[in-house]
């Protein structure tokens, strides 16, 4: 549980600096949050949603920042674009 915790910190920290040097980005950020169903076989599930007018800026931002960060080898980081629910 703390490995996710401390996952989805960094995430966040990462979108926060993000945020900070592209103002103009017109991105709002919800969470991080306990997914509804939080733990499913024993993994611990959290989010961030990141509601943008600038997608190609934000999906940028995910590519370069995002998907090359390191994590505990238990941890799995899953980026859903447009999701269909939030379950």
Do not use: Q, W
Request: glycine letters at 2%; one cysteine or more.
């Amino acid at each position: 549980e703390e490995k996710s915790k401390s996952a989805v910190t960094d995430v966040k920290k990462e979108i926060e600096i993000f945020l900070l040097r592209n103002p103009d980005s017109k991105t709002i950020v919800l969470g991080p949050a306990e997914c509804p169903f939080y733990k499913i076989d024993s993994n611990y599930r959290n989010h961030i949603v990141l509601k943008t007018l600038n997608l190609a800026k934000v999906r940028e931002f995910i590519r370069e920042k995002i998907k090359p960060m390191k994590f505990h080898k238990d941890v799995y980081l899953e980026i859903d674009f447009d999701p269909m629910e939030l379950l």
